[in-house]
């Protein structure tokens, strides 16, 4: 039916979706950085947040997409494979991790535990960049090299 033709239509579309939003929620938390370390801790917050629903955001198109489509098989060979799938490993690694480190960084901010939010942040903010970052190239490798 045309209906269902429409909805496919939108999943498929959906890889491109979450790397827009993997891309924002970079940009997101480069800014957020950038605003603690010029003692803007407004701005710092609203970015922070930013990060934190387009990752949200992301997880739900994610798991929408993977639910109607499954896996996609990496098309490349030869020495882009072994890279692609070093990445994507690394990728999947960190990303479990995101969820509980941002949302335990966030709850210390809200409660105002400001010092221990800070040392938990030095770990999560490279971790959940690299996991953006990660996002972004492996859509890329996947869906736009072949």
Known sequence: SAQGLTV???????????????????????????????????????CMLGAFGCSMLFLTSYLVYHYYVGSMPFPGSGLIRPL????????????????????MTLWRAWKER????????RWTLPIWLYVSVTGVVIYLMLYQLY
Not at 19 to 44: D, E, K, W
């Open 84 to 103: 692609y799938f070093s990445i994507l490993i690394s990728h999947v690694t960190l990303a479990v991790l995101v969820p509980p480190l941002a949302i």
């Open 8 to 46: 496919l239509n939108v999943v498929y579309s959906l890889p491109a979706v979450n790397a827009t939003l993997n891309a924002l929620s970079t940009v997101f938390l480069v800014a957020g950085y950038i605003m603690i370390r010029q003692r803007r801790p407004g701005v710092h917050k609203v």
């Open 114 to 121: 400001f010092q221990a939010h800070a040392r938990l942040a």
